[in-house]
């Protein structure tokens, strides 16, 4: 099976290409733009593999992405490809519209065009499979059920607005077309390589450094936390197994207020460096304005993947997030890069 990822560069993406590579026989196809989240350090254990090809490609340019379709020929696209940090799409909405939107209708348009030059066989195997996320829902309030597949779009924030936009054009090609798609919507992802302009890895970064750890409002935001081997086992389950047309939620039943993530975070970290007293580092820990239409709380009901496709999260958050902190502990080479990459963006 050859299959072509977008945003295979990226966090969640990488992470899928890795376990691919090194657990199946797959032919792996990565199209990234290389933005400034992307590194493919995060693949450099696997890109010489001769199942691994990678384009520097732009979703947003139907040509060489409608090239890339010709001449690689893919069974099928998984398209992680998007901007998906909250702050930025606040202060620059325009890069969510056009990843998010117009580079989804690119994708759909070529990959609607390939699907019917197919023949028959290889047609009825065919894979759109599009990852998404809960932040398409709103948010919560504290006595509220989870999210589930069947819980209308509310989205807050230019980003969710955008992912909530694709979703919609996933499932109109679906439904218009007869496009054979699969769609995800998952919760927080956390894990190694994670750019450092996320919650978790941002505070490890101003841990070790002795920065103030910036937590919005009173910290009592609440998330539900899904680590990315976790997403990855479920992506790839969906795609074995899951009905076309159908929409899969993806969470780690770790629901946790962001200021009990930085707690736990910061004691985790101060075991590790021997810290404690005035030097620990829950002293760096502090409150600043929330930002705006800030989502109160999320949380994903996973009945449906669970019973219908027997996927359940593995790992614990506190397992979890241990061997995160530990893993970027062991690797800050690599993260002083994105360090310099995210102050040179900004």
């Not at 979703?167 to 109109?172: F, K, P, T």
């Not at 770790?254 to 993530?261: A, G, H, P």
Request: proline share 4%.
């Amino acid at each position: 099976m050859k299959i072509l990822i977008t945003g295979g560069a990226g966090f969640i993406g990488s992470a899928l290409i890795r376990f691919l590579i090194n657990n199946t026989q797959c032919q792996i196809v990565n199209i990234d733009k290389l933005n400034y989240a992307s590194n493919l350090y995060t693949l450099n254990t696997i890109d010489q593999n001769p199942r691994y090809q990678f384009y520097q490609i732009d979703i947003c340019d139907y040509n060489q992405l409608s090239t890339i379709f010709n001449m690689t020929k893919p069974d099928v696209v998984m398209h992680l490809a998007a901007e998906s940090h909250v702050d930025r799409s606040i202060e620059t909405p325009r890069q969510f519209i056009d990843s998010n939107i117009i580079g989804t209708y690119n994708l759909l348009e070529i990959s609607l065009q390939y699907w019917n030059s197919l023949e028959d066989s290889r047609k009825n195997q065919f894979r759109f499979q599009h990852i998404s996320t809960d932040e398409v829902y709103g948010d919560l309030d504290a006595d509220e059920p989870p999210f589930t597949e069947n819980t209308p779009y509310k989205p807050s924030s230019p980003y969710s607005a955008s992912k909530a936009a694709s979703d919609h054009l996933v499932r109109a090609w679906h439904r218009t077309y007869g496009l054979p798609v699969l769609i995800s919507n998952c919760s927080n992802n956390y894990g190694p390589y994670q750019y450092p302009e996320k919650l978790i890895p941002l505070s490890i970064l101003n841990a070790l450094q002795h920065k103030p750890i910036q937590i919005y409002g009173d910290g009592s935001q609440i998330r539900d936390w899904l680590h990315v081997d976790d997403h990855v086992q479920a992506l790839l389950r969906i795609l074995e197994l899951g009905k076309i047309g159908e929409t899969y939620n993806i969470g780690g039943l770790n629901e946790r207020k962001n200021i009990d993530v930085i707690s736990e975070l910061c004691s985790i970290m101060d075991s590790l460096l021997n810290r404690s007293g005035e030097n620990s580092s829950k002293n760096l820990i502090q409150y600043i304005k929330d930002r705006p239409g800030h989502d109160k709380r999320y949380a994903i009901n996973s009945t449906k993947i669970s019973k219908t496709l027997n996927w359940q999260p593995r790992i614990s958050f506190s397992s979890g997030l241990r061997n995160t902190i530990e893993w970027y502990l062991n690797h800050q080479d690599w993260f002083g890069d994105k360090l310099k990459q995210k102050e040179e963006a900004l």
